[in-house]
C-alpha cells in the first residue's frame, strides 16, 4: 500500500479537476452545461461525504471552509 501522503495528493488532485471543470462551465447557462455542473457537484459531493465519513480532514485534501453548493451558483446573476 503507499503511503497517506500519496492518497491525499491524489485526492487533492482529483478534487481540484472536478471544482475547475465545474468553474469553466459557470458561465454557460445551456442545460447540457448546467447538467454537467450538477454532476460535478454530485461527484465532489459524494467524495467529501466519503472522507468525512472516514475522519479525513477537509484540510488535508485543500478542502478546508469549501462549499459545494457553490459549483452551483451562477456567476451571472452575483453580477
Same mark, same amino acid.
Request: proline letters at 3%.
Given at each position: 500500500?503507499?503511503?497517506?501522503?500519496? #492518497?491525499?495528493?491524489?485526492?487533492?488532485?482529483?478534487?481540484?479537476?472536478?471544482?475547475?471543470?465545474?468553474?469553466?462551465?459557470?458561465?454557460?447557462?445551456?442545460?447540457?452545461?448546467?447538467?454537467?455542473?450538477?454532476? #460535478?457537484?454530485?461527484?465532489?459531493?459524494?467524495?467529501?461525504?466519503?472522507?468525512?465519513?472516514?475522519?479525513?480532514? $477537509?484540510?488535508?485534501?485543500?478542502?478546508?471552509?469549501?462549499?459545494? $453548493?457553490?459549483?452551483?451558483?451562477?456567476?451571472?446573476?452575483?453580477?
Amino acid at each position: 500500500m503507499g503511503s497517506d501522503v500519496k #492518497y491525499q495528493e491524489a485526492m487533492r488532485d482529483v478534487l481540484r479537476l472536478l471544482i475547475d471543470r465545474a468553474a469553466q462551465k459557470s458561465s454557460s447557462s445551456g442545460p447540457y452545461d448546467e447538467g454537467l455542473r450538477m454532476g #460535478y457537484f454530485e461527484a465532489v459531493s459524494s467524495i467529501i461525504n466519503k472522507l468525512e465519513t472516514f475522519g479525513v480532514d $477537509l484540510d488535508e485534501v485543500g478542502l478546508r471552509g469549501f462549499d459545494p $453548493l457553490a459549483m452551483l451558483s451562477d456567476e451571472r446573476q452575483a453580477a
